[in-house]
Nanobody, 121 residues
Framework: QVQLVESGGGLVQAGGSLRLSCVAS????????MGWYRQAPGRQRELVAR???????SYADSVKGRFTISRDNAKNTVYLQMNSLTPEDTAAYYC???????????????WGQGTQVTVSS
């Protein structure tokens, strides 16, 4: 079994910052691409940022220059530092990871349960 657990969400005023964390645990052999997605009410889930196992990153245009994704491979953890938050960033944030489980040959994409970020104006 593999589990992704996010933390760090909450309520913040516009202009503020939050740092999200997501820890992967279980029978993990290796982790490839990790990412953060978000979904606001009535909208489709969208990619926010992702990072390869080697540290290459990409961002949605809406968060470039404000959000930073990073990872600690030794801790199976991915982070999302969010600065200069606006009410438009309000959403449930989900982490995702491509994981090769021990003893298996296929990579599976796993999702966390989500953490709510609310930005007040």
């Amino acid at each position: 079994q593999v589990q992704l657990v996010e933390s760090g969400g909450g309520l913040v005023q516009a202009g503020g910052s939050l740092r999200l964390s997501c820890v992967a645990s279980g029978s993990i052999f290796s982790i490839g691409l990790m990412g953060w997605y978000r979904q606001a009410p009535g909208r489709q889930r969208e990619l926010v940022a992702r990072i390869s196992s080697g540290g290459s990153t990409s961002y949605a245009d809406s968060v470039k220059g404000r959000f930073t994704i990073s990872r600690d491979n030794a801790k199976n953890t991915v982070y999302l530092q969010m600065n200069s938050l606006t009410p438009e960033d309000t959403a449930a944030y989900y982490c995702s990871a491509e994981i090769l489980r021990g003893g298996l040959r296929a990579v599976t994409n796993y999702w966390g349960q989500g953490t709510q970020v609310t930005v007040s104006s």
